[in-house]
C-alpha cells in the first residue's frame, strides 16, 4: 500500500497563476503539490512547434506584466527570465506609428501623444505609470464591508494623489470612450486603443471601466514593456522560469495528474482525489492548510467540489456566470520572404514587417466588428478589409530567440481577431472549426484581411498556415475560457469585488474553510497579468494564517486589513 502523501498546499492546475502562487507559498516555506492535467505546465503561455524549427504561440503573447511585484519578490532573473530590456527601469514612451486605416498607416500627433500620457501618469510630477497600473490589476479587492466609490477604489486614490485634475466621481461611470474624448481628438487613435483593450477584456464602450479599460492598453505599452513580445524565449520561456522558481524553492509539480475531485470533510478542504487515469500512484492527497483551484470556474464547483457541499442559490450563481466576453482566432503564416508592407504602411524607423493593428479607422467599423461579435454573435460576415485585427510581427522577437530557425523560411503571427465565444455562438459551438472546408474558408479570410496591408501575402510566398479556432484553442486547452486567454467580459458587474461574485471576491469560498481559488475566472481583472492573482492572492492566505512570508514580502500600498485577520503589512500583527 502506498505511503499517506500530505502537503501544506496543493494546487489543482499548474498553470500561469497556480505556478505563481506556487512559486509565492514555496518561498514562505510551505510544503506545496501543484497538480497539472496536461503533459506540461503554462497552461494559455503555451509555445508550440508544429513542425521543427517553427515556434508559434496558439494562446497568450502579450506580455501584461511590466509593473508586477513578483519581479522583485520571486526573482524569476535568478531563474533564467530575460527581457528585451531590464523591468526595474523605464523604456522610453514612443507612439510615432500609429493605428493603421484603409488609406495606409498614421501618425500619433504630439497632442494626442500627450493626451495619453497624462491619462497614464506618464506626465505626472512625479510620474504615476506604475503606481496607477498597481492599483488597478495588482491589489487584492477591499473586504466586503468597505464601500467601493470614489474616495476607497484604488486606482481613484491614485489619481486624487497624483493627478487631481483627472479625479472626478463621474469618472467611475464613464466609458473608455467617454474618458479618451476628453484628451485625445484622434477618432482612430481612440479606436486602436479601445481595441487593444477589447482583446485584453475590458471593452472600450462599457460604462463604469474607463480606467480598467485604459489600463489594459497600458500594459502593453511602452513603458510597460518595450515590444508586444518582450519575454525572449516567448512567454513560454518566461513560464519555465516562473516554473523553475517554484521548483527552486521546494515546489513540488506533477503533470498527468488530473483531478477527479476536491475532498471536503466537515465544512473544510482537505485535500484532491485524482481520476483513476493519474499517473501517480496515490489517488488520495491530502493538504494541512489550503487547497487552491487554479482551473476555470465552472468545473471546480459544477464538478472538482460538487453541488453536496454548495448552496443551491450560490451554485446557481455560478451557472449563471457569463462568458460572453468574445474570443480569439489566431493564425500563424509560414512564408519564403518575409512580409513586406505596401507603400502607405511603410514607415521610415519601420521599414521590417512587424505586425500591427488593422483596421483601426473610426467607430463606424468598431460597432461594425463589435455588433458582429458581441451583439449578433455570429460568424464574421464583415468585410474583410473592414475587418479589426491585431499581430505580431517576427521582428518583434528577439533575434536570438526567433520564431523560425529553418534557413530561409519566416514566421509570422499570431495574426488575431475578435470572433463569438464557441458556447454562444448563434451558428453552433463548432461554427468557426466545423471541417477542413471550414478551416480553408478562414484560413482565406485571414490571407485576405492580411492582405490589406501587406503586398506578398500570397500562394506564392505562403507555405503553410496554422490556425486556431476558439473552439480548437479551447478543447487543446481545458484551462481555456470560451478559447481565448481573457474569454470574459470585464464590466461594471464583474470588476473588482463583483468579480465572479460578491462571495468570491476576495478568492476564498465561503462555508468552505482552507479552499481558495487563483485562476482568472475567479479574479477581478488582472488575472490576464503576470504574476496578480499569485500576489493579490498572497494578501488573502496570510490574513487566514496559511503562510507568513519573510522580508521580501511587501503588501499592496491600498490593501485594507479584514478586521480580525492577520493583517498582510509586514508587523502589523491581528487586526
Not at 447 to 459: F, Q, R, W
Request: net charge negative; proline share 7%; with cysteine.
Amino acid at each position: 500500500m502506498a505511503k499517506e502523501e500530505r502537503y501544506d498546499v496543493i494546487i489543482v492546475g499548474a498553470g500561469h497563476n497556480g505556478t505563481t502562487t506556487a512559486a509565492y507559498l514555496a518561498k514562505c516555506g510551505l510544503s506545496v503539490l501543484v497538480l497539472e492535467e496536461r503533459p506540461e505546465g503554462g497552461g494559455a503561455q503555451e509555445t508550440v512547434e508544429p513542425i521543427a524549427g517553427v515556434r508559434i504561440q496558439p494562446h497568450a503573447i502579450g506580455n501584461y506584466g511590466g509593473s508586477a511585484p513578483g519581479w522583485e519578490q520571486l526573482e524569476l532573473w535568478k531563474y533564467g527570465f530575460r527581457m528585451d530590456y531590464d523591468p526595474r527601469y523605464e523604456v522610453p514612451f514612443d507612439t510615432e506609428r500609429g493605428p493603421m486605416t484603409r488609406e495606409g498607416t498614421l501618425q500619433v500627433a504630439e497632442e494626442d501623444q500627450m493626451g495619453w500620457a497624462k491619462i497614464t501618469g506618464l506626465l505626472g510630477e512625479p510620474m504615476f505609470h506604475k503606481e496607477l497600473l498597481r492599483a488597478t490589476f495588482w491589489t487584492p479587492p477591499h473586504p466586503s464591508y468597505i464601500e467601493n466609490d470614489e474616495n476607497t477604489i484604488p486606482y481613484m486614490q491614485v489619481f486624487k494623489q497624483y493627478s487631481p485634475d483627472l479625479w472626478t466621481k463621474e469618472l467611475l461611470e464613464y466609458t473608455m470612450f467617454d474618458f479618451l474624448d476628453q484628451h485625445i481628438k484622434s477618432e482612430a487613435f481612440k479606436v486602436f486603443q479601445a481595441y487593444i483593450a477589447n482583446v485584453s477584456g475590458a471593452f472600450g464602450h462599457f460604462p463604469g471601466v474607463a480606467v480598467p479599460a485604459v489600463e489594459c492598453v497600458a500594459t502593453v505599452l511602452p513603458p510597460a514593456v518595450a515590444k508586444p513580445v518582450a519575454s525572449r524565449g516567448n512567454m513560454h520561456g518566461y513560464y519555465h522560469a516562473l516554473f523553475r522558481c517554484a521548483v527552486a524553492n521546494g515546489a513540488t509539480i506533477r503533470t498527468c495528474c488530473p483531478v477527479e475531485e476536491i475532498i471536503i470533510e466537515h465544512g473544510r478542504a482537505v485535500g484532491v482525489r485524482l481520476r483513476d487515469d493519474a499517473t501517480l500512484g496515490n489517488k488520495t492527497i491530502y493538504a494541512n492548510k489550503a487547497v487552491i483551484s487554479g482551473a476555470h470556474i465552472k468545473p471546480t464547483f459544477l464538478k472538482l467540489i460538487g453541488p453536496k457541499h454548495l448552496d443551491a442559490g450560490f451554485l446557481q450563481k455560478i451557472k449563471d456566470l457569463s462568458l460572453k466576453g468574445g474570443s480569439l482566432y489566431m493564425t500563424h503564416f509560414l512564408t519564403k520572404e518575409q512580409l513586406r508592407y505596401r507603400e502607405q504602411y511603410k514607415w521610415p524607423s519601420h521599414e521590417s514587417f512587424n505586425g500591427g493593428f488593422y483596421c483601426m479607422e473610426n467607430m463606424e467599423i468598431y460597432w461594425k466588428n463589435l455588433e458582429c461579435v458581441l451583439g449578433r454573435q455570429s460568424n464574421l460576415d464583415i468585410p474583410p478589409d473592414e475587418a479589426m485585427w491585431g499581430m505580431v510581427g517576427q521582428t518583434n522577437y528577439a533575434e536570438s530567440q526567433p520564431q523560425c530557425t529553418r534557413e530561409g523560411y519566416y514566421v509570422n503571427g499570431p495574426l488575431w481577431m475578435m470572433v463569438p465565444t464557441p458556447e454562444y455562438n448563434v451558428d453552433g459551438t463548432l461554427a468557426m472549426d466545423n471541417g477542413p472546408a471550414d478551416k480553408e474558408k478562414w484560413d482565406q479570410y485571414m490571407v485576405k484581411t492580411l492582405s490589406c496591408i501587406v503586398e506578398n501575402a500570397d500562394s506564392d510566398n505562403i507555405v503553410k498556415i496554422w490556425s486556431d479556432s476558439p473552439w480548437g484553442q479551447e478543447f487543446r486547452n481545458t484551462g481555456m475560457l470560451g478559447g481565448s486567454w481573457y474569454g470574459t467580459r470585464c464590466d461594471r458587474d464583474e470588476w473588482w469585488n463583483e468579480r465572479p461574485t460578491q462571495e468570491l471576491a476576495r478568492y476564498r469560498v465561503p462555508d468552505i474553510e482552507g479552499l481558495y481559488l487563483c485562476h482568472q475566472s475567479a479574479a477581478h481583472p488582472g488575472g490576464l497579468c503576470l504574476m496578480a492573482v499569485g500576489y493579490n492572492l498572497m494578501h488573502i492566505l496570510i490574513e487566514d494564517g496559511i503562510c507568513e512570508p519573510g522580508p521580501w514580502w511587501y503588501e499592496s500600498p491600498w490593501y485594507i486589513p479584514e478586521e480580525g485577520k492577520i493583517s498582510a503589512k509586514p508587523g502589523q500583527g491581528r487586526v
